[in-house]
């Protein structure tokens, strides 16, 4: 990794460009510099970017990358949007199974906004889990933000969507929202109509359809009813 790493900060610097460094966790940042400084020569300029910082330096930080007086920016997710800078076309995210797919292809998204060929390098420790690694193959085989979403949720699942859970899989006994998402569309649009021509189930056809619903949503749905 530090080969990797030394090669891929110098090839930037060389070209007069920057870097990104991302890690997930503030408290190691200082760790991270502190190993940056001894595998690369001493006229690298670094500085800190992440949440915790006072604002007036964090601007200042960031002012000063934007000026191109800093070489490697060592930040949190705090760079995953709204920042334009060209001339960062390489980005490095340590830990990079720690990540999702959606901040993963955030970050990736921070380099190559000019015409400069760019770079993202994912690192990853022989700790992370089968699923980490299924995200990272996924952002090795695509940078198609739409199908990256389509596999976000089929590998967290969308969470709940009467409840608090974020991921994990919903409360559908059959269904697969990425397999079976025509079905569920007319699925949907005939429960509107439904609902347009009986908002309160009190159509004696209906009647075991709201029983039905009471049944399993009922504290749910008390719960919506709260303001």
Not at 151 to 179: C, H, K, W
Request: charged residues 30%; contains cysteine; glycine residues 8%.
């Amino acid at each position: 990794d530090e080969d990797l790493i030394r090669q891929a900060i110098l090839r930037e610097i060389e070209r007069k460009g920057q870097v990104y460094f991302v890690h997930n966790r503030i408290q190691d940042i200082d760790k991270i510099r502190e190993r940056l400084k001894r595998i690369l020569p001493a006229h690298i300029r670094y500085a800190v970017a992440h949440g915790q910082m006072p604002s007036r330096y964090l601007e200042k930080v960031m002012a000063d990358f934007l000026k191109g007086e800093i070489d490697v920016l060592l930040s949190t997710m705090i760079i995953e949007s709204g920042l334009d800078i060209p001339n960062v076309n390489t980005i490095i995210v340590d830990d990079a199974h720690t990540f999702g797919l959606a901040d993963l292809h955030q970050l990736r998204g921070r380099v190559g906004r000019s015409d400069i060929p760019s770079a993202c390098i994912l690192l990853t420790s022989g700790s992370a889990s089968e699923d980490a690694r299924k995200r990272l193959r996924i952002m090795e085989k695509t940078n198609n933000g739409f199908l990256i979403s389509e596999e976000d949720l089929s590998l967290r699942g969308p969470g709940e969507f009467m409840g608090t859970r974020q991921s994990g899989i919903p409360d559908f006994r059959v269904a697969n929202l990425t397999r079976d998402g025509k079905i569920l569309n007319e699925a949907r649009t005939s429960a509107w109509s439904l609902v347009e021509a009986d908002p309160r189930l009190e159509s004696p056809a209906h009647r075991l359809l709201k029983e039905v619903l009471m049944s399993r949503w009922g504290g749910r749905l008390e719960l919506a009813q709260i303001s």
